[in-house]
């Protein structure tokens, strides 16, 4: 080697993802649009001088079977970097773990509590106080309903923030908050809490549970007499096309806060366009979440001049900034305690598809 010339190495990642189990909503698109950019990138030199192994772990929603695998590929496979895992529970649970074996984690959990627990910790996704405040701004502001009734899963502290921050930025526009109804991931019969919510007579019904349970939610509220024109909203969650699915009609008029617009940009609709002729179906934001988390992982690794170590990965990722990802508004940084901005848009569910909501 010449004297001063940096020396190509390889970044070896192990991706703890969940494809099956509760969070396979997340997970399988996540996985598609992960692979999808990884292979762009090993084509075009995406990695700079460097290159990038990727290593696949199924954790079957559970955060147990997270923790054993992110310790298994952290210390017998000696990987660099851990790419997942999915839930905030998941997250919040495997993170003092990474932390401990000083380990870069780089996270798709939605709370803003799993920052705090070391400067091994990434996430991809904004906090809640972030993303979710344009929904509510357009539902008090615009809709402007008299009260609102609202529906989280407990034991997902992902769900719990998102709809704090929905029912405090509501409240804000003088909404009245008629009730905040927890529901548990394995509740599938709604009948007495749609009673509770028809009763209610609520002009606002906000569900924020994984897609098919909040579909669920929704369904057995309408089939108990909720009016057609209540409005209802929810997280990111009820874009998925498992809530489609699940839903039916009952989805039309669904609004939804998002951090991915098909039709955004040139570098959507061109990923919309490889996806779409990759796997058949058109991409969700979670596709575009795994697309953007390995552009961020690439400018890391292409601004590392020498070894690629956990160490030399924790640097470049702590110092990205202004990545071109699909997310938001198309830019992604980290600012102080490694917390990432790319903006959210409000969208509404028509005749089975998203629109913008201007």
């Keep these: 080697m010449v004297a001063g010339t940096a020396q190509a190495d390889e970044a070896k990642i192990a991706a703890v993802l969940s494809t099956t189990g509760t969070y396979a909503f997340v997970g399988v698109p996540l996985v598609n649009g992960i692979k999808m950019a990884h292979e762009e990138f090993s084509a075009s030199g995406g990695y700079g001088d460097h290159t990038v192994s990727l290593q696949f772990d199924d954790n079957r929603s559970d955060r147990q079977e997270a923790i054993s695998l992110l310790t298994r ?40 509590g799993v920052l705090p627990l070391g400067e091994w910790i990434f996430k991809i996704t904004e906090t809640a106080d972030s993303y979710m405040p344009p929904l509510a701004d357009y539902i008090g502001e615009t809709l402007a309903p008299d009260n609102c009734y609202l529906v989280s899963l407990l034991d997902n502290p992902g769900y719990i923030v998102q709809k704090d921050v929905f029912r405090d930025t509501l409240a804000g526009y003088g909404v009245e908050i008629l009730a905040d109804e927890g529901i548990l991931a394995t509740d599938t019969d709604f009948t007495a809490l749609s009673t509770k919510i028809v009763d209610a007579e609520p002009e606002c019904l906000f569900v924020t549970a994984p897609p098919e349970q909040a579909a669920n939610v929704i369904l057995q509220a309408k089939q108990a007499g909720l009016p057609r024109d209540t409005i209802i909203s929810g997280d990111s969650g009820l874009g998925a096309s498992q809530f489609i699915d699940a839903a039916g009609s009952a989805a039309d008029g669904v609004l939804f806060v998002s951090i991915f617009v098909e039709t955004y940009s040139d570098a959507t609709r061109d990923f919309v366009e490889r996806y779409e002729a990759e796997y058949g179906v058109s991409p969700d934001h979670w596709a575009a979440t795994g697309y953007s988390m390995m552009s961020v992982i690439a400018s890391a690794v292409r601004s ?7 160490d030399s990965l924790q640097e470049a990722l702590e110092n990205t900034t202004d990545v071109p990802v699909l997310m938001g508004t198309g830019s992604m940084s980290f600012g102080e305690g490694r917390v990432p901005t790319h903006g959210s848009v409000v969208m509404r569910i028509k005749d089975g598809a998203w629109e913008l909501v201007e």
Excluded at 93 to 104: C, D, E, K, N, R
Excluded at 304 to 310: A, E, F, H, L, V
């Design 73 to 112: 590929r952290a210390t017998s496979d000696g990987v660099d970097m851990i790419l997942g895992p999915i839930a905030s529970s998941e997250a919040m649970a495997t993170g003092p773990v990474a932390v401990q074996l000083s380990i870069p984690m780089f996270t798709v959990a939605m709370t803003n």
């Design 304 to 310: 590392i001049d020498g070894d690629i170590n956990r």
